[in-house]
């Protein structure tokens, strides 16, 4: 049996989850979703030993402890983890925000919308692009 | 015929000198042999003795008046046969001293035989010959002085002066009432020649001449050479005449008489004129020296009568004028002593005045200005990119070449001592003559390493600031018997020419205050910078706390917005047995959170406006105007909109994109707020001519809407045919958040759109104003400045 695609969602937010969950419901891949509330957590995650690479991490910037900035550059500066695809997912329009993110390495950059309907939609857009369109990183032991 | 270069020969060439023969044919003063004048003051008689044996080697034609015996019947005689043997002896003990070379000294009083006139004779050695001059004493045994007494007293004030004037008018003062002159005055040499009046006493109806100034060659170098030798030269009589020596010259060596030292010495022919010319009788003069250099004179004139000065008057006199250059050089120190402390103290409180008021304004503002230190005729300062200017300075533009000549200058790039001095500026800066009447001396330091920011003091040239004591256009000059040749005014055209481009020199006292200003503005401009610094980080600091709010506005707030939306969406969803009241309070609560999320967008927006760099560039007004009525086009609607630009829109130099929200906003306005059936919008500009125009006629009619501000710039506008503003609420609708209308009519809108263009237009550097009338439309204007991005409020 394949596993399933992974999928991390960094959240502090039980709403902002929910809607993500919401969106997957609505996405015709299947996925695990694995959700942490600080970007220690999340590195914590992705150091466990493990077969494949997570598919795809969703990232909020503004998470308790590690920021979602640093969580980022870590993962972005990790040769073992740098594949992974990371959005960010922001209330933040701040250019500089953006900037940082992106010159951090971010795959894309997201905003939250306040409309419930939009978010979610904009959710259900993400994981489609990213679970099903994109061709994932060959995974490890090609690299070598 | 003389080759070129070469002086002609005098016109004794090859025979002794006389003043009474020769002296009219000078026609240059410097080349007057003034100290072998051949000649005595006709009222004295003077013999020339062979220290040895006393014998009469030469004698003034004129022994018969004065002594009672004819020169032939006195030459070769010894001595003793006209004065006697205790005279003749006391002489000869005198000559063994050696005081008197060069010194003459009271010998005795001798009674004329034949008039009974009692002469005192004084003696002196020069060139292995001794001098015996006879001159009456003018002594009256009933007022015998007391010379010793009145001198101390004199001393005694000479030393207690504490500035130069104050020390030549405590001479001229003692002087004058020593000796009963009409007038005494300081006269001071300076460093290019010319003399000036510095202090004087004089008889109350004679005219002042205090502060006027002469040309050099009205004292000329032979005569200096005199005053450099000896302390005082009496001449009894401007009109006594001259007594020719017999023979003219010494019989045994066939040199001609040193007579320096000799009171009794013949004038020259120009002085004498020199003086009938100013009305003058009789004169007394004496050196002022500092070490060995002739600083001044102290000239006393008397007009009514030839002046009798015995030898003890003279010798006080003489006295007077040694102590007076030995408490030269203290009182000098002392006035540049107080002189210093004056400048620092105004340089000290200009700097403080500068340091509170945080600008440099404080300089030239004063009182006190940086005019009050130096004594300077104008003074300009270069600093944070322009000049700041007191008193007479040159035009900006001469600044400006003056500063990057400067800057070049070796002295100006010294490390401790950045500094250039000149009274004579256009020999060094030949464009400084344009300007030599405010600035032939210029005193400048540099603020900065490269000379970039300097401090520059003017003086203006001599000639703007001197009376002149010859001008020639203040009383015509006289000529005299001789012909105008032997009349000294007319070097003054020539003395002008050498006065020119060149002005009161620099004192030492005052380089060295230049310098120590130089260190109080350092150390202010480094306060300064510190200060800056500092509210630099803390404006550093505030921009963060605002981003800091910005987003937890952005993010932190957002967040249980955007989950109070989700709740009340899904409960809508959800329920589906709510009652109509329920659901209006549910979509009541959906609609809140969408509104305070605008609000929030709004505010974020309007926090960033003043922050982001301005990006400025040549903008076509008119394609900013399509793109912006583009983006509006939603809004527009199925209303019919007419748009009209009367004429093409200029290009002006802006931020393009904040230029575009501007029109974006004010279109977006006018779109909004108009009950017309069809919407009529007006873009137009006014040019810098026609804002002038419209600024002035606004000033005439008193009209308040109009800034006066925006006068010379070029003005935009957008008019429209809708609801207008109340006049009440004109101020208001600027103001953040501020509606004048319920949050639903109109189409809604957080009421952030105006603060938005005014902070926008203030940013550009321009103003946002409106005229409005109720029921009929308002009118939007902004203006742009020429330069953009210089606006006060960031």
Same mark, same amino acid.
Request: aromatic share 16%; no cysteine.
């Given at each position: 049996m394949t596993e399933l695609p992974e999928v991390i969602l960094v959240e502090d937010s039980d709403e902002d989850a929910d809607t993500v969950q919401q969106a997957i419901l609505r996405c015709s891949t299947p996925v695990r979703l694995h959700r942490v509330l600080t970007g220690d957590a999340c590195l914590a995650l992705l150091q466990q030993p493990r077969a494949a690479l997570p598919a795809l991490v969703l990232m909020d910037l503004n998470i308790p402890g590690m920021d979602g900035r640093e969580t980022l550059r870590i993962i972005k500066r990790d040769p073992s983890l740098c594949t992974i695809p990371v959005v960010v997912v922001s209330t933040s329009a701040n250019p500089r925000d953006m900037d940082h993110c992106y010159r951090a390495g971010a795959n894309a950059y997201h905003l939250k919308p306040v409309r419930y309907t939009e978010h979610r939609d904009a959710m259900v857009s993400v994981l489609r692009y990213w679970l099903d369109l994109v061709l994932a990183h060959p995974g490890r032991g090609v690299q070598a | 015929m003389t080759p070129l270069g070469a002086p002609p020969p005098p016109a004794w060439h090859g025979q002794a000198y006389s003043t009474k023969r020769f002296g009219v044919s000078i026609t240059d003063c410097d080349s007057e042999p003034v100290q072998t004048p051949g000649c005595v003051q006709a009222h004295g008689a003077l013999l020339v003795l062979r220290p040895a044996d006393l014998t009469i080697a030469q004698v003034s034609e004129n022994s018969t008046d004065v002594l009672g015996m004819a020169p032939a019947a006195l030459l070769g005689r010894p001595l003793q046969d006209l004065v006697g043997p205790v005279h003749a002896g006391l002489l000869l003990a005198m000559l063994q001293q050696p005081e008197i070379e060069r010194n003459p000294g009271y010998a005795f009083t001798h009674t004329a035989a034949h008039s009974g006139v009692a002469l005192d004779a004084s003696v002196h050695t020069v060139d292995g010959v001794a001098v015996l001059e006879f001159e009456a004493t003018g002594r009256d045994a009933s007022a015998q002085r007391d010379f010793y007494a009145l001198i101390r007293r004199s001393v005694a004030q000479l030393q207690r002066a504490t500035t130069l004037s104050a020390l030549g008018d405590i001479a001229c003062a003692e002087i004058r009432a020593l000796t009963g002159l009409d007038r005494v005055m300081v006269y001071r040499f300076h460093d290019d020649g010319h003399g000036e009046v510095v202090s004087e006493r004089r008889r109350d109806d004679l005219p002042s001449w205090l502060g006027l100034h002469y040309p050099a060659q009205d004292i000329p170098e032979p005569a200096r050479e005199v005053f450099r030798q000896t302390w005082i030269r009496p001449l009894r009589d401007v009109d006594g005449g001259l007594a020719e020596l017999l023979p003219l010259t010494h019989p045994d060596s066939g040199r001609p008489l040193t007579m320096t030292h000799c009171a009794l010495r013949g004038p020259s022919v120009m002085y004498t004129e020199y003086l009938r010319n100013m009305g003058v009788a009789a004169t007394l003069t004496m050196s002022i020296r500092r070490g060995d250099r002739l600083w001044g004179l102290i000239a006393g004139h008397h007009y009514s009568a030839p002046f009798q000065m015995p030898y003890d008057l003279r010798a006080a006199c003489e006295l007077l004028a040694q102590i007076v250059s030995l408490q030269h050089a203290a009182a000098e120190e002392r006035e540049h002593a107080a002189y210093r402390q004056r400048i620092d103290s105004v340089q000290q409180q200009l700097v403080t005045q500068a340091a509170q008021e945080g600008g440099l304004e404080a300089l030239l503002d004063g009182p006190p200005t940086l005019l009050d230190g130096l004594d300077t005729g104008g003074t300009a300062l270069y600093h944070r990119d322009r000049w700041w200017c007191a008193g007479n300075t040159p035009p900006v533009q001469a600044l400006d070449a003056l500063r990057d000549w400067l800057s070049a200058r070796p002295e100006m790039l010294l490390r401790d001592r950045p500094l250039f001095a000149t009274d004579q500026l256009s020999a060094h800066y030949p464009p400084g003559q344009t300007f030599a009447d405010v600035a032939s001396g210029l005193l400048a330091i540099a603020l900065s390493r490269s000379a970039k920011n300097l401090v520059l003091w003017f003086r203006p040239e001599t000639t703007q600031t001197v009376h002149w004591g010859g001008n020639p256009h203040d009383k015509p000059s006289v000529v005299g018997p001789h012909g105008a040749r032997l009349t000294p005014r007319a070097s003054f055209a020539l003395f002008v020419e050498s006065v020119r481009g060149r002005s009161k020199p620099w004192l030492a006292v005052e380089l060295e205050a230049a310098l120590r200003f130089r260190m109080l503005m350092m150390e202010l401009i480094i306060a300064r910078a510190d200060q800056l610094a500092g509210l630099n980080a803390d404006l550093e600091r505030s921009n963060d706390e605002l981003d800091a709010f910005a987003y937890v506005a952005s993010h932190d707030l957002k967040e249980p917005l955007r989950g109070i939306h989700k709740y009340a969406h899904q409960l809508a969803e959800n329920m589906a047995q709510l009652g109509d009241a329920d659901h209006q309070r549910l979509a009541g609560l959906t609609r809140l959170t969408l509104r305070m999320d605008s609000l929030l967008d709004s505010l974020l927006h309007f926090s960033r406006v003043g922050r982001v760099a301005l990006q400025l560039e040549d903008c076509e007004v008119g394609e900013i105007v399509d793109e912006a009525l583009e983006m509006v086009a939603a809004r527009r609607g199925d209303k019919p909109a007419a748009i009209d630009v009367p004429r093409p829109l200029p290009s002006v130099r802006a931020d393009r994109v904040r230029l575009r929200e501007v029109y974006t906003n004010l279109l977006s306005n006018a779109l909004k707020y108009n009950q017309q059936a069809t919407t009529v919008i007006e873009l137009g500009w006014l040019a810098p001519h026609e804002t002038a125009a419209r600024t002035a006629q606004a000033a005439h009619t008193s009209d308040k809407g109009w800034p006066a501000a925006a006068s010379g710039q070029t003005v935009f506008y957008v008019r429209d045919n809708g609801i207008g503003i109340e006049p009440r609420h004109i101020d208001q609708?600027?103001?953040?958040?501020? =509606?004048?209308? %319920? =949050? /639903? /009519?109109?189409? %809604?809108?957080? %009421?952030?759109g105006l603060t938005i263009v005014k902070k926008l237009v203030e940013r550009l550097g321009g103003e946002v104003w409106i005229e409005s009338t109720p029921g009929q439309g308002s009118c939007f204007y902004f203006s742009m400045p020429a330069d953009p991005g210089l606006g006060t409020a960031p």
């Open positions: - | 609708v600027f103001k953040m958040f501020r =509606r004048l209308h %319920g =949050r /639903d /009519d109109f189409g %809604g809108g957080t %009421g952030a």
